[in-house]
Nanobody
Framework: EVQLVESGGGLVQAGGSLRLSCAASGFTFDAYGIGWFRQAPGKEREGISCISSSRGYTYYADSVKGRFTISSDNAKNTVYLQMNSLKSEDTAVYYC??????????????????????WGQGTQVTVSS
């Protein structure tokens, strides 16, 4: 069974940090790129970061560039999103997702380019000002 499980969300003050984890199972981890997305109430889902299947390419949306860092531990089948200098506008449910290498191409602007096949359930991040 394919599973992506996010953890590490919570309540933090503005300027603080959190590290999200995305633990994957049930598929060949290093054959998939992993992306992080977020959705705030009343807003569209936003792709904020991704790491390619080779783990050699990373992407950050302008909204998080310089503050968030994505990394991977292939031995643990886990991708992390280190979030620093958090702002109130970072408040959202954060999701990780997996996109198969050389799978279907995503819509223009899709982080790392490929359509995402598997999604986690999300973890809430709330930043208080």
């Amino acid at each position: 069974e394919v599973q992506l499980v996010e953890s590490g969300g919570g309540l933090v003050q503005a300027g603080g940090s959190l590290r999200l984890s995305c633990a994957a199972s049930g598929f060949t981890f290093d054959a998939y790129g992993i992306g992080w997305f977020r959705q705030a109430p009343g807003k569209e889902r936003e792709g904020i970061s991704c790491i390619s299947s080779s783990r050699g390419y990373t992407y950050y949306a302008d909204s998080v560039k310089g503050r968030f860092t994505i990394s991977s531990d292939n031995a643990k089948n886990t991708v992390y999103l280190q979030m620093n200098s958090l702002k109130s506008e970072d408040t959202a449910v954060y999701y990780c997702a997996a996109a198969r290498r050389y799978g279907r191409l995503g819509r223009p602007g899709t982080p790392c380019g490929y359509e995402y096949d598997y999604w986690g359930q999300g973890t809430q991040v709330t930043v208080s000002s």
